[in-house]
């Protein structure tokens, strides 16, 4: 049988973590297949056809798939599932919103946001933010997984020549409006995908301060994360966040400024690479996952960061 | 109106969660339980819309054990006006919760189903989205802020990208966000009066739902340690750390 990963995309360019889930799907299943649906995404079809690890692309164009509405996805997701052992997807918040409503018409109990592939019915999970990790096997015929993105290596995205097959809409729902995207525009790095983020919470007392972390952010281009309580507090927007029920980043550098390290912030970043720490309290948790922690001021030891990194003479990007 | 708001009660978050020496699961033993907390924001949202007179009854349903009912008492004590416990025991996943829900749903015949986005004990992510399909109702998840209008939500959902706006029929299915709302704390008098408020007792068993587990979990272990890192004496010494030894810059 054949898994089918759902692919995330905004009907110009592929979604990164989409490459990342069709690692992961093809260790599931090498027979694998993408669906494309969207409105006018001749172009991303094309080019998740270019894949070496998909067999074959189904593309689907209609006007009311323009803005991922769950409600219009999900009939014509099962609408071509019928071929499928497995129905694949990102655990970001794409997948999250639309992968349960198919599972259930599917009558599948969803295995989320899974880290390893163990065998083609048993995959590894963290639980309780992290603090556990499960081994569980799903015993239903079809099957309906999401994937962790930051688990898996991204897809290399050239050498393939899958087939594209257009296949028609299913019904429209009226049920939902979409109404409007306020998507941050930004110069830097993906949140999810950087090599560097720095990160900022409650410690630095007013989003103008951010400044401080935006300007090394700017130097070693690095995205820019934050705690919940930072956002709660109004300093930065959501879409920042990082932790539990924020994004989860595996960066080879996480640097967290001014974060306490409460349970649900470390479940979005332990698993960095290398993790600063800089905060005023010794005694804060962020230390005792932290590879380099440094018990100062924020307000003192940032504005010395920068001037250290300025006397480098090479910094990678 | 009436809304509908499921709670779950789970291991308490500030707990630090400790995994079964046999590996079968999690300590639970003499662990403190909440309500999972973004369910708190659902019920907060629930009572300010009664509050605001567009709602006449909220209604909170739990899912479980015989403790579970303390989740619902605690609803009750911020303003819901009536409470069920549908008693199960064992593991009882996503799928069959919003199969329980159906059939509650149902019976209550609600106008708005709230609960949290997520429940930080599975970290799931699915009850919402499966009851909104097993209904056909819209749904509008990791909800920011809701606004009742006449026949419709609007809601703005908290995405990757930032924030999404739509607009959704009722009935509806919404999950809220931590960020919705500041729930209240319960007074003591209300608790109190809370004891006095209805709690309807059902038996998953008499509702005629296939709540069987699909999942089989073969074991839970403890995440790998992290090393232990040091601490540096100044910043001048944490660049040179991260440029030549941990070669990160």
Known sequence: ?317 | MKILVAVKRVIDYNVQVRVKEDGTGVVTDNVKMSTNPPDDNAIEEAVKIKESGKAKEVVAVTIGEDKAQETVRKALAVGADKGIHVKTDGIVEPLAVSKILQKIVEKEKPDLVFMGKQAIDDDCNQTGQMLAALLNWPQATFASKIEVKEKSLEVTREVDEGLETIETTIPSIVTCDLRLNEPRYASLPNIMKAKKKPLEQINASDLGVDIKPRIEQIKVEEPPKRKAGIKVASVEELVQKLKNEAKVI
């Open chain 1, 1 to 317: 049988m054949s898994a089918l990963l759902i692919a995330e995309h905004n009907n110009k360019e592929v979604k990164p973590f989409t490459l990342n889930a069709i690692t992961a799907a093809s260790q599931i299943d090498q027979d694998l297949h993408v669906l494309v649906i969207g409105h006018s995404c001749e172009a991303v079809a094309k080019s998740i056809s270019e894949i070496p690890n998909v067999k074959k692309v189904i593309h689907i164009d209609d006007a009311i798939y323009e803005n991922y509405l769950p409600e219009n996805f999900t009939p014509v997701v099962i609408k071509n599932s019928e071929n499928y052992s497995y129905i694949v997807c990102s655990a970001n918040t794409f997948g999250k919103n639309l992968m349960p409503r198919i599972a259930a018409l599917l009558d599948t109990s969803q295995v989320s946001d899974i880290i390893k592939v163990i065998s083609a019915d048993t995959f590894l999970r963290p639980i309780y933010a992290g603090n556990a990790f499960a081994t569980v096997k799903s015993t239903d015929v079809k099957k309906c997984i999401t994937i962790r993105p930051t688990s898996f290596d991204p897809a290399p995205t050239t050498g393939g020549t899958a087939e594209i097959v257009k296949v028609e809409k299913a019904e429209a729902s009226d049920l939902t409006k979409f109404i409007k995207r306020e998507e941050v525009k930004s110069d830097r790095p993906e949140l999810g995908t950087a090599r560097v983020v720095i990160s900022g919470g409650r410690g630095m007392g007013s989003g103008d301060n951010f400044k401080l972390i935006t300007a090394i952010a700017d130097k070693l281009n690095a995205a820019i994360g934050a705690s919940r309580a930072a956002v709660d507090a109004g300093y930065i927007t959501n879409d920042h966040q990082v932790g539990q029920t924020g994004k989860v980043v595996v960066p080879d550098l996480y640097i967290a400024v001014g974060i306490s390290g409460a349970i649900q912030h470390l479940a979005g970043m332990k698993e960095s690479k290398i993790i600063v720490a800089i905060n005023k309290d010794g005694e804060a948790p962020i230390f005792s996952v932290a590879d380099y922690g440094l018990e100062a001021d924020l307000f003192e030891a940032l504005p010395q960061f920068l001037e250290e990194l300025n006397k480098l003479n090479t910094i990678q990007k």
